[in-house]
């Protein structure tokens, strides 16, 4: 046995030694060498579906590149400054190709690429490596586009680790999750591009059933010897389909390769003593993200918004949207409007025909600039009656909007604040910006300072309103939004209040998914449907009803609904057993286990409660079903006692994916006509006008 001086030496120096590599082993690069790799990359798009009549296109571009260490840090010989610079740049096809295919063949890459992306290329850059980590990119003010992403791309390759394990690092995808995996002088690098934190491009759908599907990889081998990077391969593909139809799509693969060619020692030459100073000495101190940024190039050649409109045959139907030649048409308009300024945009507004105008409300309202938006603004008065139709087409376009911008909250509420010609374009305007809300917050916008403005005067417009038409109009609008924190207040409005108000209060809450739907909603919907406390019209038990079905229907709360059938209206009885019945049979809803499991028991399920006589119904079943998407609908015919149709309610859905879009509603309602059939309405009839 040791002494225990020997055993606390021995100790000491393993702690040392662990110390010494516990951040692994790093990646070097000799500060006197002059290091020349071999540099690829392809870059192929491809058709997932059609391949024959959709060839794959594609290019590839070798270079060589030289890199040489231009400052170290004295106190630690992991922290670098490396420049790097491009040269001998070459632009071929990526597959072999026959003479008359071959797109390359006997052509200069300056002349393809241009003598501006050409020399930008050879302009060298410089990154600061630190341990195998890529902490900064310096390169001339100048730097941007096609040469300075490709250069990103580049640096990104020497970004690298040599013990195994999971970090985050920041590369030309963004800020990413990566994992590491090493064995012998091999590194596999994982990068799981769904991670990344990156700017959001383009366009998107606020409801993923209109969305796009994204499947990035990213995987990357390296060859190691003594530390220096010898060869690396870098896969990267992101499959994109339409979520709707996902034979609809496309594969963009790219592979980097990067292959030792020569190492040059010279001469220590470093440029100044601290980072900062080399930097400055070397006239490359202009700090670049290293996140790749798709700039968009300005087209040369295109075709003018004005040139377009004017060339459309005459005979073309511009409203009919039904017709794919106009949709095509609209699609192609909205493109256009994205480049043009405020003053062409008004100008088309301005002398735009009557078959014209709406269409030209519509494209410049989807394009959603600032300078659409803008010209609507100035074009539109809501302050003139002889506007009206004008107006609800705008209004109408920016409810159904896919992709609202706080620029058009902010063009509604303006519009709101000032006078407004008529009361039904007002109540029209606070519906319309409650769906703006509601489209913002499903993008999780819900924080932005516009979409929060606008809510507070949703909410202090209902709080403040005195008329029942008022409190309907901010309801509605609180319907159309769907925002969590508001369903207590929606709540309050189905206690104590005319029907009507009720009525769209429980509408609102019919909307939300089952995970907002607590115990207290279920609770109040229940005493509505049994009418605890107060008499509701059919319409409102109709859509508490809903609410009960919808959302962990319970036993208990079933077998109350059997029973209480017998006490109430022949045709409200007659309809919930239909409803019932259409969900037993259903293969989709979650309450259809419970109900069938119920009604097992022949003291529920027998003539006594089940046979209903009257004309009401309910139905559901399939439009279409196909290998991505079921479209579905649900029909619900609600009669009077006299025979008379109270309510009609038809809702088509389309599922894809796991998501759930409400295309349509269709709703017909009918008052009063019971009056003409009877001595006294209802007391449960709506005690307001509509």
Not at 136 to 144: C, I, K, P, T
Not at 472 to 498: C, D, H, R, S, V
Not at 621 to 631: E, F, M, P, R, W
Not at 635 to 648: C, E, N, V, Y
């Amino acid at each position: 046995m040791g002494t225990p001086g020997i055993s606390r030496k021995r100790v000491l120096v393993l702690l040392i030694f662990t110390l010494r590599y516990a951040g692994g082993e790093t990646v070097g690069l000799a500060s006197n060498a002059l290091v020349k790799y071999k540099y690829a990359v392809d870059l192929v798009l491809e058709s997932l579906f059609s391949p024959d009549t959709l060839p794959t296109s594609g290019f590839r571009i070798e270079a060589v590149t030289q890199l040489n260490v231009v400052w170290e840090n004295s106190s630690s010989q992991h922290e670098k400054l490396i420049q790097l610079q491009v040269e001998e740049v070459k632009l071929l096809n990526v597959s072999e190709q026959n003479e008359n295919g071959n797109s390359f063949k006997d052509t200069h890459s300056e002349s393809l690429l241009g003598p501006t992306i050409t020399a930008a290329l050879k302009k060298p850059v410089i990154f600061h490596w630190n341990s195998g980590k890529i902490e900064a990119l310096y390169g001339s003010a100048e730097e941007r586009g096609l040469p300075l992403n490709l250069k990103r791309g580049l640096v990104s390759l020497f970004q690298l680790q040599q013990s195994s394990g999971t970090i985050t690092e920041v590369d030309v995808s963004g800020n990413c999750r990566v994992t590491y995996e090493m064995e012998n002088d091999q590194v596999i690098k994982i990068k799981d591009l769904l991670s990344c934190g990156k700017t959001e491009l383009g366009f998107d759908a606020s409801n993923q059933v209109l969305g796009v599907q994204w499947q990035p990889t990213c995987k990357g081998l390296y060859s190691l010897e003594n530390g220096v990077i010898k060869t690396a391969v870098i896969e990267e593909g992101h499959i994109f389909k339409l979520n709707l139809q996902t034979t609809i799509g496309a594969k963009i693969t790219s592979r980097q390769q990067l292959h030792y060619i020569t190492s040059e020692l010279q001469p220590k030459a470093f440029y100044g003593e601290s980072l900062q100073e080399t930097l400055h000495n070397l006239g490359i101190f202009t700090p670049l993200s290293m996140t790749g940024v798709l700039e968009k190039i300005p087209c040369k050649n295109c075709t003018l918004a004005n040139d377009y409109l004017k060339s459309l045959n005459k005979k073309n139907n511009l409203q009919d949207l039904s017709q794919i030649s106009a949709a095509k048409v609209f699609l192609a308009f909205v493109q256009l409007l994205r480049e043009a300024k405020k003053i062409e945009i008004l100008n088309f507004l301005k002398k735009a025909a009557d078959n014209e105008i709406s269409f030209l409300i519509d494209s410049a309202t989807a394009a959603q600039t600032e300078s659409s938006l803008s010209a609507l603004s100035e074009y539109l008065d809501f302050t003139k009656e002889k506007q009206s139709s004008q107006v609800k087409t705008f209004l109408y376009a920016a409810a159904f909007s896919s992709y609202p911008s706080k620029e058009l909250l902010n063009t509604l509420l303006a519009k709101l604040q000032s006078k407004i010609a008529s009361r039904e374009l007002e109540e029209t305007t606070v519906s319309v910006i409650g769906a703006v809300i509601g489209k913002m917050c499903l993008r999780n916008l819900c924080k932005l300072q516009e979409v929060e403005i606008a809510k507070k005067v949703i909410l202090e417009g209902l709080n403040s309103a005195k008329e029942v038409a008022d409190v309907k109009m901010y309801l509605l609008a609180l319907k159309n939004a769907q925002l969590p924190e508001t369903i207590p207040l929606l709540l309050q409005y189905t206690k104590g209040q005319t029907n009507s108000v009720t009525s769209i209060a429980v509408a609102a809450l019919q909307r939300f998914p089952s995970a907002y739907i607590t115990q207290e909603v279920k609770k109040q919907m229940n005493r509505i449907f049994h009418q605890s406390r107060n008499r509701y019209g059919t319409a409102v038990r109709m859509a508490a009803l809903d609410v009960i079905l919808n959302n962990q229907l319970s036993p208990m709360e079933l077998k109350n609904i059997i029973l209480s059938m017998r006490e109430m209206e022949s045709e409200l009885s007659k309809y919930t057993v239909a409803k019932l019945q259409n969900i037993r049979h259903s293969d989709h809803h979650q309450a259809s286990k419970v109900i069938r499991e119920l009604l097992r028991d022949r003291l529920i399920y027998n003539y006594n409660h089940m046979s209903r006589f009257g004309c009401s119904s309910s139905s559901s079943g399939y439009l279409a079903v196909t290998t991505d998407a079921i479209s579905s609908y649900n029909m619900d015919l609600l009669f009077g006692d006299t025979g008379i149709l109270q309510k009609s309610l038809t809702d088509f859905f389309i599922l894809t994916q796991g998501n759930q879009l409400h295309a349509t509603q269709v709703s017909i309602e009918a008052q009063g006509l019971d009056s003409f059939f009877k001595e006294s309405p209802a007391q449960d009839d709506d005690d307001d006008d509509d």
